[in-house]
């Protein structure tokens, strides 16, 4: 992609500004709402429902809710999603005072949560290629930055956050995280108009949720991009459900060297989303997409075979850095391609993907590590993002990407771009 010197408009100030708050609130919410529930059940399978209710919207109406963003108006989307959000914060905190909460009321709210996560962060993801007149540097420098700040602002910033005004009272954390909501839907609600997309022949929702998911898995190179992060989350996942594990009995680190772990993959990612428009001028974004694939997959079989925790921390900070780049460098790539009027279902189809793929990655390291060894699950994911990367390369070239760009940058576009 090529550069740009133009400013990003002020419209995604505020954009940046609303979602930067979210991610503080839900870095709170995050950190408070496990040990929320840990307060009323030490039961482990009511703890995971509370955690898996927040996933469910995606999987059963991930299509259907792109579907529905792309009949909607994405600002109205955004802010109506964010402070319904606010106010059904305050059932579990009212319940908090009251000493009324349960699991059932705990997962309950996280699916309805989740519910307006999907269709704020679709129509969020429409949004901005319109109010950005779809331009692709500037989609990278802002995806950069909104990133970058939702990594810094939920991963740095909103778990101490939370652990701190949990202290307070159990309501506290769950009344900030409304907040937030409602800061983030009065900034959103300011946000200029854009011109929506001209509405499409009168079609039930299935039919059009069909037209979306289509869209995706006929067009190789929307294809490559969504298989990314769906294997990818397997991998991931499979890491992720043995990390502490593995921490303790091969790294021989406790719960603070754990804790620095993580920090170091989070201060990758920061390194990796400023990165990523450098990487796509320099090498291409289809090249730098590729690469940074690969740096995931190494980065992980470092990890494995890390001998000490200083090691582990370092790989965990270069496949971080690959991670970030990556989900600046597609997402923007996506956006600047697909049609304004299916951008909503394109977007929710490719999240569906990764959402889907997250169990099974889970299931998959929770089994090799109690069949064979804790580091197993490690080799087999870099296995799988190796892999990935080769069967992506062609899907994602540079000779595709410039082609697709081309196409959507002509005056009118055909229906169907070359595949």
Not at 1 to 14: A, I, S, Y
Not at 124 to 144: C, F, K, V
Not at 264 to 288: K, P
Not at 294 to 320: F, H, R, T
């Amino acid at each position: 992609m090529t550069t740009d010197v133009r400013k990003l408009p002020t419209g995604f100030g505020r954009l940046w500004a609303a979602q930067t708050v979210s991610s503080l609130g839900d870095g709170v919410s995050h950190a408070a709402l496990p040990l929320i529930a840990l307060a009323s059940t030490r039961d482990p399978m009511a703890l995971a429902v509370v955690t898996a209710a927040g996933t469910l919207p995606w999987l059963l109406f991930g299509v259907l809710g792109g579907a529905l963003v792309d009949r909607w108006d994405r600002r109205r989307t955004m802010w109506v999603a964010d402070a319904v959000r606010a106010a059904l914060l305050a059932i579990p905190a009212a319940a908090a005072v009251l000493d009324l909460l349960s699991i059932p009321l705990l997962a309950a709210v996280a699916f309805l949560l989740g519910l307006g996560g999907l269709f704020f962060d679709t129509a969020a993801t429409a949004y901005l290629p319109d109010l950005l007149g779809r331009d692709p540097a500037l989609l990278e420098r802002a995806n950069a930055r909104l990133r970058g700040t939702q990594t810094a602002a939920s991963g740095f910033a909103g778990p101490p956050a939370g652990s701190a005004l949990l202290a307070l009272g159990r309501a506290v954390p769950l009344l900030a995280d409304a907040v937030s909501f409602a800061v983030s839907a009065l900034l959103v609600r300011s946000l200029p108009a854009v011109p929506r997309p001209a509405p499409e022949a009168r079609e039930s929702l299935l039919r059009q949720a069909r037209t979306g998911a289509s869209y995706v898995f006929r067009d190789r190179l929307l294809l490559g991009l969504a298989l990314r992060p769906a294997v990818g989350n397997i991998a991931f996942l499979a890491v992720e459900t043995v990390l502490a594990l593995f921490a303790h009995e091969r790294l021989g680190i406790g719960a603070l060297g754990f804790g620095l772990l993580l920090t170091a993959e989070a201060t990758g990612g920061l390194l990796g989303a400023g990165l990523a428009s450098f990487l796509g001028r320099r090498l291409g974004t289809g090249t730098a997409l590729t690469c940074t694939a690969a740096v995931e997959g190494l980065a992980v079989l470092g990890l494995a075979a890390a001998p000490n925790a200083y090691v582990a921390g370092l790989a965990l900070a270069v496949c971080g850095a690959g991670m970030g780049a990556t989900m600046v460098l597609a997402p923007s790539l996506r956006q600047a391609i697909v049609p304004a009027h299916l951008m909503g279902r394109v977007a929710s189809t490719s999240r569906m993907l990764a959402m889907c793929a997250a169990p099974s990655g889970a299931l998959l390291g929770g089994w090799l590590a109690t069949t064979h060894d804790v580091r197993t699950p490690l080799y087999t994911a870099a296995g799988l993002l190796l892999a990935m990367t080769a069967v992506t390369a062609t899907m994602t070239s540079d000779r595709r990407i410039e082609a697709a760009l081309r196409a959507a940058a002509a005056p009118a576009q055909a229906p169907a771009r070359a595949r």
